[in-house]
């Protein structure tokens, strides 16, 4: 199918004329697959691969389809693919004729247990174009007598292309199930941390409410102490100097009283000695009494 698709120069090409074993549809799933990022990776990988080995039989001047005979199970006519290319590529130690060539058997090994384990059935002519591919209308490693399958005996490859195609949907869906189930998880993880932020916000915002609260409290208390404290000094300060005042008056008053006595007396004694000097001192001392009285 691959081979065919690569006949054509570009997707939307091979879309215009379907594998002949395929309905459009599946041919459209064919295409999307053959262009898919994984697949050509793969493929490329696959390529590169066969060209780096470089392989060497060790069966000698024996061709290739009478080790295939002498392998061939006389009970059911079957042969092992993988065993009969281990027999054309090892010595008869069973030593490698090279690393490529070993791990083409490999190759072949992992892809005859794979179609065991799928329940597919498989002949070397397949196993061999699988693994190795075609060439100029022969399978390698089988010798040119052997001719590929022709396109109309390919419903069995096109039967495993759609196994393949349904069990990459399987694994597309479950992958985007799980996605889904993660992003769902996501979602309602990421709510329950909004939940938890938006309760804290609301825990700081009533905290910091209460603190304002006590603060303006507490500097209204505050504020009320001092004035009341204030008030207290100025009443204070005012009946200190109430009596200061009245203290200052008292001693005022009594320097005042005292100057007064002093200076009447002066001035009594100054007009005794005037009266005395002019009337004599009898005159003067009745005077003196008189004034005095």
Same mark, same amino acid.
């Given at each position: ?48 691969? &066969? ?158 409410? &209460? ?6 409290? &507490? ?22 100097? &109430? ?51």
């Amino acid at each position: 199918m691959h081979a065919y698709f690569k006949k054509f120069p570009s997707k939307e090409a091979a879309l215009l004329k379907p594998h002949p074993d395929t309905t459009e549809e599946q041919w459209k799933e064919l295409c999307d697959l053959f262009t898919s990022e994984a697949f050509m990776k793969r493929s490329e990988q696959n390529k590169k691969n &066969r060209s780096k080995l470089t392989v060497n039989h060790a069966a000698g001047s024996r061709s290739f389809q009478r080790t295939r005979a002498c392998m061939k199970n006389q009970e059911s006519g079957n042969i092992n693919p993988a065993e009969l290319y281990k027999k054309n590529y090892t010595n008869k130690d069973g030593i490698w004729t090279s690393k490529g060539a070993r791990e083409i058997y490999e190759h072949m090994d992992a892809f005859q247990r794979q179609c065991d384990l799928e329940g597919k059935t498989y002949t070397e002519i397949e196993v061999y174009s699988e693994i190795l591919g075609k060439k100029s209308g022969y399978v390698r490693g089988l010798g040119r007598a052997v001719k590929p399958p022709p396109s109309s005996t390919l419903t069995t490859q096109s039967s495993d292309l759609q196994h393949q195609l349904a069990k990459a949907r399987d694994e597309i869906e479950a992958m985007r199930a799980s996605r889904e189930k993660d992003l769902q998880e996501f979602a309602k993880k990421q709510a329950e941390m909004e939940a938890t932020l938006r309760d804290h916000r609301e825990e700081q915002r009533v905290e910091q409410e &209460r603190i304002r609260l006590e603060q303006e409290e &507490r500097m209204k208390r505050e504020q009320e102490r001092m004035q009341v404290e204030h008030e207290e000094r100025m009443q204070q300060e005012q009946e200190r100097m &109430r009596k200061e005042q009245e203290r200052l008056r008292a001693e005022i008053s009594k320097e005042l009283e005292k100057k007064m006595s002093s200076v009447m007396e002066k001035k009594m004694s100054d007009m005794s000695k005037r009266l005395f000097s002019q009337f004599g001192v009898q005159k003067g001392r009745c005077m003196y009494i008189v004034i005095t009285f």
